[in-house]
DNA sequence: ACCTGAACACCGTTCAAGT
DNA sequence: ACCTGAACACCGTTCAAGT
């Protein structure tokens, strides 16, 4: 019997296997419609195997979530090396890509913030990639830091101010609380951008040529 | 048996004692940690009592996010009276009320924003509260943009960049991801301030005498 | 009108036993 | 090392019956 049907015994990677089936069920019955043993029967295994894998329906969680974080990162440093030597543009494209993703995947979204997964513990996997994922954002805006772009507002302020920005906005669009707002890429770039432009208005020096954009 | 003792077959106001021991377990164990059996015993009652006043766990969950709607509501209006001749300040009061709302109810906010209680059909009850709510915030921004403070953004955007900071900062405050922060409400004042300059300094026009702070 | 208590179908989790 | 299947304690929800 080839590796084409897997009717084996052993499921060759069921970790991963209940990681790709929780996510469609994750989309359709949100958190709390999912179930152990709905995962196990969907990757065609027993109501106890995924305890193998997970010690826990919260495990499992955080390892979604974490995936998440990971897919955070990612964005955040292609942006930055995208747009090595324009800050600005790559903390407005980082920050659309953060919108996209949670639009794209609110539950996700909703598992990695949350707080449904307790004050993560330190050391975790999914306290790494989050911390990680923060830490990539910070970079980006310390670039324009550097740069001289921003106003005497200390790096702190210009993180917080900018993270809340984004993550509120996206949080808003996941949950459906922007009256009439599309939820098409071209539309969300729109309003990333309009948004943006508020934000930097308000971070920017104002003494220099910063017409970059 | 005077009303001190509510041993009578009928409990007085069963509703609301739910919804009242409701917030504690919230608290203390999340969402997923509160059952509905658990608030029966809670307030003395047989684990079929609670069904005769809430159809469902959910119905039970949208209660609570209503009330707590409600109390965002209160807040937005009493910002906007106590400031009424100073439209920045009652956004900034606004803005930190809900700041401090969300910090100290945790779990409500979760309720109220996560999306755990499925897009908020129009006509309920919820609806109604959340509706308000956003409409009274709305309001305090009108009020600023009357008088003339703000640059030429249109309202939409104002409002969605003020809501998007407000409930981002919030948000990534209540579930600790704001690294090193207190949680005093000095230090959240405080913080709220800082935010709100770098925004307020991307909103206001700059020709005028935007000395009012 | 409101509450009780038995009943039902379903969870998450554990664990001896199988391969 | 990994999976099965019975078992356990616990859910949410329903409903006839009680008061």
Known sequence: ??????????????RNALLSAAIPVLKEKGVMGLGMRELATLTGVSHGAPYRHFSDK??????????????????????????????????????????????????I?????????????????????????????????????????????????????????VHGLSMLLASDRLSGQQHDERSLRALGRKVAVILLNGMLRRDAGNEER
């Open 109 to 165: 979204a909703r598992l990695m913030f949350s707080g449904v997964l307790s004050p993560v513990r330190q050391g975790s996997e999914l306290g790494e990639a989050a911390a990680c994922a923060e830490h990539d954002l910070l970079r980006i805006i310390e670039l324009g830091k550097q740069a001289g772009l921003y106003a005497d507002f200390d790096s702190r302020e210009l993180t917080t101010a900018s993270l809340s920005m």
């Open 58 to 107: 919260t495990a499992l969680l955080e390892a979604i979530a974490a995936q998440g974080y990971r897919q955070l990162s990612a964005l955040c440093n292609s942006a930055r090396e995208r747009y090595r030597q324009q800050p600005l543009q790559a903390l407005e494209e980082a920050g659309i890509g953060y919108l996209l993703f949670v639009v794209d995947n609110p539950e």
């Open 1 to 14: 019997m080839p590796v084409s049907e897997k009717k084996s015994y052993h499921h060759k990677d069921l």
